[in-house]
Nanobody, 118 residues
């Protein structure tokens, strides 16, 4: 089993920055896709930024140039650096791992609230 725990959310003014962290624990695993998703009230859960197993990255068009996904393998942690935040970035941000070994499954954290408001 894999456990994912997000942290770093909070209230920030427009133009500010936050760094989210996703700490993975449990059994050793290999993922196909791992990264960040968000869901605003009344909206679908959308991809924000992800890693692929080959090391590539994908970003939603709305966050390109402002958000950066990174990872620290030694700490089993994935980060999302969010700069130039806008009110429309307000959402619950979730960490996700699509695991392919030892068992194929999709794991989600509990989410962390990000609110951008003046």
């Amino acid at each position: 089993q894999v456990q994912l725990v997000e942290s770093g959310g909070g209230l920030v003014q427009p133009g500010g920055s936050l760094r989210l962290s996703c700490a993975a624990s449990g059994a050793r695993f290999r993922f196909e896709v791992m990264g960040w998703y968000r869901q605003a009230p009344g909206k679908q859960r959308d991809m924000v930024a992800t890693f692929t197993s080959g090391g590539g990255t994908n970003y939603a068009d709305s966050v390109k140039g402002r958000f950066t996904i990174s990872r620290d393998n030694a700490k089993n942690t994935v980060y999302l650096q969010m700069n130039s935040l806008k009110p429309e970035d307000t959402a619950v941000y979730y960490c996700n791992a699509d695991v392919i070994w030892p068992t194929r499954n999709s794991y989600w954290g509990q989410g962390t609230q990000v609110t951008v408001s003046s």
